[in-house]
Each structure stands twice: as structure tokens, then as C-alpha cells.
């Protein structure tokens, strides 16, 4: 390919990227009692924002779909989270403090009326270091709403409040060291909370009445518990309640847990209800009665749904989703219906309906239509670590290699999530570039298993820097990468491993990309919000015991061996991965370059008004134009 031809092929695929990020999508949805309306976050004005819309169902074309509402809160902020009041009065909604990690709670009525903020913010009133709020579940009544302020700094603890909507006042509900209120039972006796740090999180009942709380899960058993649902016990149980989880607490995957809870401390044996093999719990919603259970899986990246009755344990699938990955599943108070988030590579996030009887799905939202032409359905591959752990990831192979060419790691955040085959703008540019990317779920991922997810730990990081070397070996022993010309790119923690796999390996890759990375492990402790740092000990170490392992951890104390052209990209409001992470490894590199000739270039790009996500259409442009430019200047012709 000639200069101008691959320059022409560049710009092109930038102008795909604005396509594809013009291409909004629906997610986060909530219903009203009578499942005839339906609340969920859009990006379609440019931002997420709340819109409201009727559900109809059956409707032979997209053209037809009812028309949705936006409802304006009277903040520019983007939206972040959002659930529907039991009694339909009112919507709670999460919002993005100026963009950024700090968030409010804010209240409106479902016609847009009485919008205000109730906590979180500047001026949020009586409660000292209300900076940050976050959203809980509404009480079965409706009448008031669970906000959770996070531990302001060491030695506070976690409160929550039970908020009405009405007038905003906030009375003491619970507090812990780093809780979060999961689900509160129809008389408001009883509580179950989760608390704990990174992987090792437990769920306890709080008896409201009796002042009393005790563990609903073998406590110090190995594992997490981050699901939990309360309703009623199933016919012919003599328990008055039943506490559903998803859980891998002693398990070799998260799997549905059920026992029954009562006053007094009273707590049946746990009982594991749905179990698969192949695949992990990752969601569940429950009707009103507690007959029902709807019941997502994660098997090998693509999602799987189901449905569960509690009295005679039958388990039915839900078949014929129209995309490969869902979210936000809702289950209506009455069990009749289900709304999800369904998306794939081809498709951005659009909200359908499932009518539990027939099964039949219907589309609720749509998205512009795009060049499904030029989009790339990625391919699941399989490949090992140095050591011989078995890891995947999703492959993005253009059309036109003939041979080895220029590619692209991506490596995900978390670490404890999962890249999964979604709606990925970026990585659909660089294919149409000529660049070939791999995603891969290195160990420390989610979807995979416990100990698969705690296997980087601590001390066992260096072999997740392992496992980046070997994704890079599987592209060039499989034909699809030249050696010479492979990336490094990520986000989050997945910028971290790309700093760290430039310093600590140097000559391995062409170019780096890090996308609101850590440099330093110490300062990433020392400047992040307090609620972050404290429960990221069980994941990368305590920044006082293990502070030799973490300043050995740390990219920036290994600078000088970078050799690579690096992009480094920050939101200006991030406080989880502070800005001065990004800003510190710029400042080396580029005191570097000004006393050695031979350094490698690097450029920083801050984008204003966002934080640790990026949440607005206009800085997603600027940040895939900017990958798309920069990986095709430093891999080479195409």
C-alpha cells in the first residue's frame, strides 16, 4: 500500500469511529409496577441522560417504536445510574459529579417534575463529607430510597440513609467499613448488606428490629458475594424470608445460593440452587412474590439467561437473544416480563422485552443504523500463558492482512473484568485501519472461575505481566502479527500493564497506548479516593506492609528502559486513577528526551470534563482518532 493509500485508509477508518461513537445506544433500564413504561440511561443527546418511553410490544417495524422522553434534571452531568420508585411516583437517578468519579443522588418524577438533588455534591446539606453519594434500592413501598455515602478517609466509616424523595431528608439506615446496601425487605426489618475489599466480599443480614447482624456465608471462606436479592419464601418453606446470591464462596465459579432468614439471628443452611460448570452467575432479579428468578450467566464471554422457580427449582432457558452480550436485566414485580441491555460487535446497546409466557422478544429502543460491512465479528482464540495457564481472548482480524501485519493488544481494566464481545468502537477502527487487535482475558479476569480471578494477587502481578508477553507470541505464532510491528493499548488497569510491559520489557513492542493508567503504585495509594484505595489491598497490596512489592511494581521507577512511542490519555476529573499518574510519566519521558537524542516520543492527550470513564460522544471521537493516528504512524505502513 502507498503513502496516500494508507493514509486515505487511516482517515477512513477515523471517520468510521465518528460513525460508530454517533451511534448511541440505551442501557440501565428500570419499569413501573404495571411493566407498561420504561425508564434507562441514553447517550443519544451526545451524553447519558434519563429518557422515559412506553413498552409496546409486537410491533412489526423499528419506525413504529413509541416515542421516547428525555427527562432534564436541571444538571448537565452525565447520567450514571437510575431506578424506579416501587409505587411509580418517583425515578432515583446517579449522577457524575462535572464528569467525574464523585457522584449525587438526585430525584424526579417520571413526568420530569420536582427534579433535585437529595445528596452528594457541593452543599449537600446536613450530612458532613457528603461529597460523594451513591444510588441504592427504593423500598418495596417506594416511599423511600437507600443512598450510601463511602468512607471519606481512614477511620470514618460507610453510611447509609434511607431518603425521601419528598422533602430529602436522610435518617441513619446503616454503616460499615466499605458497605453497600444490596437489597431491604418489605417491612424494612431486614437488610443485606456487602462489605469487604476487591474479591473477598461478604454479604451480611441486619436485623433492623433486634439491632443485631450476623454472616450469610461461611465468614473468611475464600471468595466474593457481590449479588443478593430478598423476597418471600418459596410455598411450603417455613422460613418468612429468602435470601437469593450469587456467589463463589468455596466455589470453583459464582453460582446461585438460596437459605432462609428470619428474626432473631435466624438462618437455614445455604443451599446452592443453579450450578454450571461452563459458566458464572452474573446477574439475578427476582419477582415481587419470590416465585421467580431471572438468572443471567456468563459462559465464555457470551451471555446465557434463564428462568428459575423457586418451588420447583425448574430451570428455563430463555432462548433466541438478538445480540451476544446482555445487561441490566430487570424482571417485572409481577414476573410476566423481562427488559434487558442486549448488545454485540455489530450492534450498540439497545433495550428489549421478553414476554415470560411465549418467550417472544421484542425490541423496546433502537440505535442508527450502520456499514455493518465494515464491522468485524470477532473470533474467540485460545492460546497460553508462559507457564501454561489457559487463557482467551477476542480477535479483530481485518479483511485485508494477506500476511503478518501491524496489531494491537488491548488489555481491559479491573483487572476483574472481562473483555467480552461488545459494541467496541475503537477496536472496529483500527481493524478498518489495518491493524489487527487481540483482546485478551489475561489471568485476573473475570467469567473464568475464582481462582482464575485471583490468580495476579499481590506478588503473583509478574505473571500477569507474563500473560501480556504470551498474547503477544500468540499473534506472531499464529501468522496474524509481524513481530516487529505489535502495540500495546489498554485503559484503567490495562494502561498500568501497558507502562508496565514497555518498562519492564523492553523491545517487545512498537508503541504503547495507556489509557488512565497507574505509573506508580505508591502514589496511586496515596492521591485516590479512599474508598478505592481501601478495599484494593487484596488486589495489589497494602501500600504500607507490601510497599517494597509496589514501588518494584511500579512502571515509573523503571522509565528509563521504555524504548516505544507512548500515547498517554487522562480524563481531567479522575480521582479513581488520578491525574497525576499520567502527568508524572510524561513529565519522565519527557525530561528524558531532552538529554538523550535516542528517547522514544511521547504525547499526552487530557480530555476536559471527564473522569475515570468516558462518558461524552465528543471526547470518545477525539480519543479513537487520536489511537487510530498515532498506532498507524509508529506500526508502519499498512
Not at 323 to 335: F, H, N
Not at 419 to 428: G, I, V, Y
Amino acid at each position: 500500500m502507498s503513502v496516500v493509500e494508507a493514509s486515505g485508509a487511516v482517515e477512513r477508518a477515523v471517520a468510521l469511529a465518528d460513525d460508530l461513537v454517533g451511534a448511541w445506544g440505551s442501557w440501565g433500564p428500570v419499569m413501573t409496577p404495571d411493566a407498561q413504561r420504561v425508564a434507562f440511561i441514553s447517550d443519544r443527546s451526545g451524553a447519558p441522560q434519563v429518557w422515559v418511553q412506553d413498552v409496546v410490544t409486537g410491533l412489526p417495524e423499528v419506525a413504529a417504536l413509541p416515542r421516547a422522553r428525555h427527562l432534564p434534571l436541571g444538571t448537565p452531568d452525565p447520567v450514571v445510574g437510575l431506578n424506579w420508585a416501587a409505587d411509580g411516583r418517583w425515578l432515583g437517578v446517579e449522577v457524575a459529579t462535572d464528569g467525574g468519579v464523585r457522584t449525587q443522588v438526585w430525584v424526579v418524577r417520571p413526568d420530569g417534575r420536582d427534579a433535585r438533588r437529595i445528596a452528594g455534591g457541593p452543599g449537600a446539606g446536613d450530612v458532613d463529607g457528603g461529597e460523594h453519594a451513591t444510588l441504592g434500592p427504593w423500598t418495596r413501598s417506594g416511599h423511600r430510597l437507600v443512598v450510601t455515602l463511602p468512607s471519606p478517609g481512614p477511620g470514618r466509616p460507610t453510611r447509609s440513609f434511607l431518603a425521601d424523595p419528598g422533602t430529602g431528608r436522610l435518617d441513619p439506615l446503616s454503616e460499615g467499613d466499605n458497605t453497600t446496601v444490596l437489597d431491604v425487605s418489605l417491612e424494612e426489618r431486614f437488610l443485606v448488606l456487602k462489605d469487604g475489599e476487591r474479591g473477598h466480599q461478604f454479604c451480611v443480614a441486619v436485623d433492623r428490629l433486634d439491632d443485631s447482624s450476623f454472616p450469610l456465608l461461611q465468614p473468611g471462606a475464600t471468595g466474593s458475594t457481590d449479588r443478593a436479592v430478598l423476597r418471600p419464601a418459596p410455598e411450603g418453606d417455613s422460613g418468612p424470608l429468602w435470601v437469593y446470591l450469587a456467589s463463589d464462596v468455596g466455589l470453583a465459579r459464582r453460582q446461585l445460593i438460596g437459605m432462609a432468614l428470619g428474626p432473631h439471628g435466624f438462618k437455614g443452611e445455604p443451599r446452592a440452587l443453579a450450578v454450571r460448570d461452563d459458566a458464572e452467575l452474573e446477574d439475578l432479579d427476582a419477582d415481587d412474590a419470590g416465585r421467580l428468578l431471572l438468572l443471567v450467566w456468563n459462559a465464555a464471554g457470551r451471555s446465557e439467561l434463564e428462568l428459575f422457580d423457586t418451588t420447583t427449582h425448574e430451570r428455563t432457558p430463555i432462548t433466541g437473544m438478538p445480540g451476544q452480550v446482555a445487561a441490566d436485566p430487570v424482571l417485572s414485580r409481577d414476573g410476566s416480563s423481562v427488559v434487558l441491555g442486549v448488545e454485540g460487535p455489530r450492534r450498540p446497546r439497545e433495550l428489549w422485552h421478553v414476554d415470560v409466557a411465549t418467550g417472544a422478544w421484542s425490541r423496546i429502543t433502537h440505535a442508527p443504523a450502520l456499514p455493518e460491512h465494515a464491522l468485524v465479528e470477532p473470533e474467540l482464540v485460545r492460546f497460553s500463558g508462559r507457564d501454561g495457564l489457559p487463557l482467551t481472548g477476542w480477535l479483530y482480524r481485518p479483511a485485508q492482512h494477506a500476511g503478518p501485519g501491524p496489531a494491537a493488544l488491548w488489555l481491559h481494566g479491573g483487572p476483574e473484568a472481562q473483555e467480552r464481545p461488545t459494541f467496541t468502537p475503537q477496536h472496529q477502527a483500527l481493524v478498518a485501519a489495518g491493524i489487527a487487535v487481540l483482546a485478551p482475558n489475561i489471568r485476573g479476569s473475570s467469567g473464568f472461575g475464582r481462582e482464575f480471578v485471583h490468580a495476579d494477587d499481590i506478588e503473583k502481578r509478574w505473571d500477569a505481566f507474563s500473560d501480556v508477553l504470551a498474547a503477544a507470541d500468540h499473534l506472531v505464532a499464529t501468522g496474524v502479527a509481524d513481530p516487529a510491528r505489535i502495540a500495546v493499548t489498554g485503559r484503567s488497569y490495562g494502561g498500568y500493564l501497558v507502562l508496565a510491559s514497555l518498562a519492564f520489557s523492553p523491545g517487545v513492542f512498537a508503541a504503547g497506548v495507556d489509557v488512565c493508567g497507574m505509573s506508580d503504585l505508591t502514589t496511586f495509594y496515596r492521591d485516590t479516593e479512599p474508598w478505592i484505595g481501601a478495599v484494593a489491598v487484596t488486589k495489589y497490596g497494602h501500600p504500607e506492609r507490601d510497599r517494597a512489592l509496589l514501588e518494584a511494581l511500579s512502571p515509573l521507577r523503571a522509565v528509563d528502559a521504555v524504548d516505544a512511542p507512548l500515547l498517554v490519555v487522562h480524563g481531567e476529573h479522575d480521582t479513581n486513577v488520578p491525574i497525576g499518574e499520567a502527568r508524572q510519566i510524561v513529565a519522565a519521558l519527557t525530561e528524558r528526551a531532552l538529554v538523550d537524542e535516542s528517547a522514544p516520543p511521547v504525547e499526552y492527550l487530557e480530555l476536559a470534563g471527564e473522569g475515570h470513564d468516558y462518558r461524552r460522544a465528543d471526547s470518545r471521537r477525539t480519543l479513537y482518532g487520536a489511537v487510530v493516528r498515532f498506532l498507524a504512524e509508529h506500526l508502519g505502513p499498512l
